[in-house]
């Protein structure tokens, strides 16, 4: 299974949508190759490490502290050059 980037916001998406796979009866978590791109990468260790998509699922839902607001636009990453 390969799972794609996209920030903070594609990690709690495919965490979702893994779950509701797991909900409607698709088990992913035996398969044999987990690879990930970015954030991708995340949710790919969190499966590998034996982690069930509906907890995942459940810490992103009852998170009481809110993401930080981080600015990742080329112009911030270019002053850090």
């Known amino acids: 299974m390969v799972l794609g980037g996209g920030g903070l916001t594609a990690y709690a998406w ?3 949508a893994l779950a509701g796979l797991a909900d409607a ?3 992913l978590t035996g398969t044999d190759v987990l ?3 970015s954030a ?3 949710p790919a ?3 590998a490490g034996g982690s069930a998509p509906a907890d ?3 810490e992103q839902a009852e998170r009481r502290q809110p993401m930080p607001d981080v600015d990742f636009t080329f ?7």
């Open 14 to 16: 495919q965490i979702g």
């Open 25 to 27: 009866g698709v088990d």
């Open 35 to 37: 690879a990930g791109t």
């Open 40 to 42: 991708g990468a995340l």
């Open 45 to 47: 260790l969190d499966l």
């Open 56 to 58: 995942l699922d459940a």
């Open 75 to 81: 112009a911030t990453t270019a002053n850090c050059l």
